[in-house]
């Protein structure tokens, strides 16, 4: 009895060391198809052709259960090859994703944006602040003497605005870049202008410094290629219902067009929250300084919708590691063309801008 007993232990010992053996092939081969796998991956994007292939998956999983010849059925056998499947497509995205150009594991580096001796990204806060839309001329210009008496460097203005309405206020058009320029001209600030559309691409590019692609533009991708081509540093805004994985996608859409001057902005998503205009995905700042080398801004403005919060979540943005912070000033509020309940007034500024450099 206790000889069996040894026997048998002897046996199941042996039994387990061939057992052990054929994990290490198994896992040998799971990986050297993994390998292949991802070979195959580089060459359909190369292509153009599509990751997931469901004819090309049936036909391995028929010629394997053909050869099946068990102790495992055929319907355990599939399941287990469709999700080596799954584990591969899963594996071919992950490598997708970390080869974007904008990928931190692409360039481990920052992204320093250098535009008229300012520098955007890396340890540096980026103040951008200015009115909804340029109104007028003094409208303008007595914003800028505000941002100049602050050694402030940016000044953002919307001359083609995006509105819901088409009964709202359009913007001045090419009449408020031509302001900005002068503005920008007369008290050496850097402008920051939205463009919806390739057309105005064209008419305003010589005037702006840092073209703005809008929430409402971000998966705009022939205006993204458009903007790519330029020279131009580029602040995209995240679209109002867009994962940041389509954000970085559209930052991709830039960058693979060669201009790597973008500056990534979260402004909020809508969610079923309705006592903030959107939802600040304050997650998005540090996941997106983790993923991609770019500068990250927050526009705290268009994210709350309100003032009253306005100071508490930029500053919390700047905990959050971001890179910089835009907001919309106006000189009288109450008059505003657009958004008018949202800009700060000069006085609202200054505490608000006091309270994040103190
Ligand atoms: C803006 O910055 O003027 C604007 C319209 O913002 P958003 O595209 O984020 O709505
Ligand atoms: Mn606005």
Do not use: W
């Not at 991956?41 to 292939?53: F, I, P, V």
Request: hydrophobic residues 40%.
């Amino acid at each position: 009895m206790i000889k069996e007993k040894v026997d048998s232990m002897d046996r199941i010992k042996e039994l387990r060391q061939r057992i052990d053996k054929v994990n290490q092939q198994i896992l040998k081969l799971l990986n050297e198809r993994a390998q292949i796998a991802l070979e195959i991956g580089l060459e359909k994007r190369k292509s153009g052709h599509a990751m997931y292939d469901p004819i090309r998956e049936k036909e391995i999983l028929d010629s394997i259960l053909k050869e099946n010849q068990g102790p495992f059925s055929n319907e355990v056998i599939a399941y287990l090859f469709k999700e080596i499947f799954k584990a591969t497509l899963a594996l071919q995205k992950d490598e997708f994703i970390n080869n974007l150009k904008i990928s931190r594991k692409y360039q481990n580096e920052d992204t320093l944006i250098k535009i008229k001796g300012e520098i955007i990204g890396g340890s540096n806060t980026t103040y951008i602040f200015g009115p909804c839309s340029i109104e007028s001329v003094e409208q303008l210009e007595e914003v800028a003497k505000l941002l100049v008496n602050k050694g402030l460097k940016f000044i953002r203005g919307g001359a083609y605005k995006p509105r819901t309405s088409p009964y709202d206020f359009q913007g001045l058009g090419f009449t408020g870049v031509k302001i900005m320029k002068e503005i920008t001209d007369k008290y050496n600030l850097i402008s920051v202008i939205e463009v919806l559309n390739e057309k105005q691409l064209e008419e305003a590019y010589d005037y702006i410094d840092i073209i703005q692609i809008g929430s409402r533009n971000m998966d705009n991708f022939s205006l993204l290629r458009s903007v790519g081509q330029t020279n131009k540093p580029v602040i995209l805004k995240r679209g109002y219902s867009s994962t940041i994985e389509e954000f970085k996608l559209a930052a991709e859409y830039i960058v693979s067009e060669g201009n790597q001057q973008v500056i990534l902005c979260e402004r909020g998503i809508r969610t079923f929250e309705t006592a903030t205009r959107n939802t600040l995905d304050i997650s998005a700042i540090p996941i997106l300084k983790k993923e991609t080398h770019l500068p990250v801004i927050v526009d705290v403005s268009h994210a709350a919708g309100r003032k009253d919060i306005m100071t508490l979540l930029a500053k919390a943005s700047l905990a959050a590691n971001c890179n910089g912070i835009m907001a919309e000033i106006h000189p009288n509020p109450f008059v505003a063309l657009s958004d008018s309940h949202q800009q700060m007034n000069f006085a609202e500024f200054e505490s608000f801008y006091q309270a994040l450099i103190e």
